[in-house]
């Protein structure tokens, strides 16, 4: 599986992006597609993800203001909503597969300043 995202950049505080990742190959083979992400000086996190079966699970921080979609098997888009500095990080597509392992896309910057 290849995974293009898009859909970074500059916003102020309060703002919105939404951010939209591209699968393309085997999708079939995937269990989970989400976001991760990673700000200057600390670790990758996870920020959402959505398994095949449509749960998801958000992590503490952007719970009720970012929220995670597809629209068909092989996209995900993450709608962020009230952005704040502390959101300013570079964001990463990746996906899970059922057999293990996992694939990652290129990042896409997203930084909230005024």
């Known amino acids: 599986v290849q995974l293009q995202a898009s859909g970074g950049g500059l916003v102020q505080p309060g703002g919105s992006l939404r951010l939209s990742c591209v699968a393309s190959g085997n999708i079939l083979s995937t269990n989970t597609m989400g976001w991760y992400r990673q700000a200057p000086g600390k670790q990758r996190e996870l920020v959402a993800a959505?398994?095949?079966?449509?749960?998801t699970n958000y992590a503490d921080s952007v719970k009720g203001r970012f929220s995670i979609s597809t629209e068909n098997t092989n996209t995900v888009d993450l709608q962020m909503n009230s952005l704040e500095p502390e959101d300013t990080a570079v964001y990463y597509c990746t996906v899970t597969y059922y057999s293990g392992g996992s694939t990652w896309g290129q990042g896409t910057q997203v930084t909230v300043s005024s």
């Open positions: 959505m398994t095949s079966g449509g749960g």
